[in-house]
């Protein structure tokens, strides 16, 4: 049973424009939210995380949002370039046991 | 530098094969893991160590045995594939559990038939 969901497998947008990828869960006892990008061919790399004592967490052009009442977590990308064309996994750790669970993840295309 | 390598980048075994996945990290990292990702699940944990001479299992551990008898290399070992055990491969390492990343190599593809 997965405990994050990522109900978007695919998101197309134009250059330029806002991305906007969501991502649930079910565990309450996720403390520690990250989101990762990954390139075909290659392993994925941390892009941003958030504790769950915030709401918000911004790097540059990327923000995660942190919803703990509806257990709901967003990334907003801005202005989205095609280099952000990926798979986005959205990933959470539980402090009981320290492992990190992972949504399915997004497809991002992003439109020239 | 080199982060996270894995060998072999592919492989393919026939049902009943053996073979060992390698991941070594030069990052001086305590924490090492074994994913396997599929179509439309996303990465799922095989296996963890939390420091040279650990194991611990995860979230989908049979069928596989690991090692870590040095702190950069863990082993990822499959004594009798299955059709079922195709799927990409990732090792990671991190240097701490909570609140913080993890590293990860660029992933073994590998095919049983």
């Known amino acids: 049973d997965q405990q994050v969901k990522q109900n978007s497998p695919s998101l197309s947008v134009q250059e330029g424009r806002i991305s906007i990828l969501n991502c649930d869960y079910t565990?309450?006892?996720?403390?520690?939210f990250l989101w990762y990008k990954k390139y075909p061919a290659e392993g994925p790399t941390f892009l941003i995380s958030?504790?769950?004592?915030?709401d918000k967490n911004e790097d540059g052009r990327f923000t995660v949002f942190l919803n703990k009442s509806a257990k709901h977590l967003s990334l907003h990308i801005v202005p989205s370039q095609p280099g952000d064309s990926a798979v986005y996994f959205c990933?959470?750790?539980?402090?009981?046991?320290?492992?990190?669970?992972f949504g399915a993840g997004t497809t991002v295309t992003v439109r020239a | 530098n080199a982060g996270v390598t894995q060998t072999p980048k592919f492989r393919v075994l026939k049902t009943g094969q053996s073979m060992t996945l390698l991941c070594a990290q030069d990052?001086?990292?305590?924490?090492m893991y074994w994913y396997r990702q599929d179509p439309g699940m996303g990465l799922r944990l095989i296996h963890y160590?939390?420091?040279?001479?650990?194991?611990a299992k995860g979230e989908v551990p049979d069928g596989y045995n690991v090692s870590r008898l040095k702190k950069q290399n863990f082993l990822l070992g499959l004594e009798s594939a299955a059709p079922s055990q195709t799927s990409v491969y990732f090792c990671?390492?991190?240097?701490?559990?909570?609140?913080?990343?993890?590293?990860f190599g660029p992933g073994t593809r590998l095919t049983v038939t």
């Open positions: 565990n309450s006892m996720f403390d520690y």
């Open positions: 990933a959470a750790i539980d402090p009981n046991d320290y492992k990190l669970s």
């Open positions: 160590s939390v420091g040279e001479g650990t194991t």
């Open positions: 990052m001086n990292h305590e924490y």
């Open positions: 958030i504790s769950s004592i915030k």
């Open positions: 990671a390492s991190s240097y701490c559990r909570q609140g913080c990343e993890q590293y």
